[in-house]
T-cell receptor, first 114, second 109 residues
Framework: DTEVTQTPKHLVMGMTNKKSLKCEQH?????MYWYKQKAKKPPELMFV???????INESVPSRFSPECPNSSLLNLHLHALQPEDSALYLC?????????????FGSGTRLTVV | RKEVEQDPGPFNVPEGATVAFNCTYS??????FFWYRQDCRKEPKLLMS???SGNEDGRFTAQLNRASQYISLLIRDSKLSDSATYLC??????????FGDGTTLTVKP
């Protein structure tokens, strides 16, 4: 299994809703990431989990809350989002957090906040 | 100045052409380098890691020039299916990844 699976693929939510994005990988990768990507821009790092511990939070607003229940799963809990948070949210994994490892990305969740 | 800079293009080339993209980086502590391709409305996919000695995978060749702090990607015999955005990614020795803004390639019949 060489995939990162993300659900849902599309999500429309109101500004008062609470929703969660899910990500799963079974490659034994020990680092997992959340990225946000706006149209015609590169992915922007949000969070890094290394060995199930939050290693990096790129000053992301608290309305985004990550969770890593185990080494295969990564969630992103969303609450009270703004329309400008509409974007493609990408999960990625790599063998470990470090210099020499490329990422495997999931296909993303396309989020629209109304 | 951006940490990683790419020519945004677009590059419009005919099928069969050879095309090259460059990517410059500013952090001399950068340790590892990658090229990803991203199709429209899809996720980035790892195309190649870039090694100091240069490396080739079929029609694709990647080069690294540490002295001048740039990496390149050469695509020979372009196919229609090569049309995509090519993202350069540079990792520091602390593991931080920085993405370039991407170079758009369109291969035309």
């Amino acid at each position: 299994d060489t995939e990162v699976t993300q659900t849902p693929k599309h999500l429309v939510m109101g500004m008062t809703n609470k929703k969660s994005l899910k990500c799963e990988q079974h490659m034994g990768h020990r680092a997992m990431y959340w990225y946000k990507q706006k149209a015609k821009k590169p992915p922007e790092l949000m969070f890094v989990y290394s060995y199930e511990k939050l290693s990096i939070n790129e000053s992301v607003p608290s309305r985004f809350s990550p969770e890593c229940p185990n080494s295969s799963l990564l969630n992103l809990h969303l609450h009270a989002l703004q329309p400008e948070d509409s974007a493609l949210y990408l999960c990625a994994s790599s063998q470990a957090y470090g210099t020499g490892y490329g990422y495997t990305f999931g296909s993303g969740t396309r989020l629209t906040v109304v | 100045r951006k940490e990683v800079e790419q020519d945004p293009g677009p590059f419009n080339v005919p099928e069969g052409a050879t095309v090259a993209f460059n990517c410059t980086y500013s952090n001399s502590a950068s340790q590892s380098f990658f090229w990803y391709r991203q199709d429209c409305r899809k996720e980035p996919k790892l195309l190649m890691s870039v090694y100091s000695s240069g490396n080739e995978d079929g029609r694709f060749t990647a080069q690294l020039n540490r002295a001048s702090q740039y990496i390149s990607l050469l695509i020979r015999d372009s196919k229609l299916s090569d049309s995509a955005t090519y993202l350069c990614v540079v990792n520091t020795n602390a593991g931080k990844s920085t993405f370039g803004d991407g170079t758009t390639l369109t291969v035309k019949p």
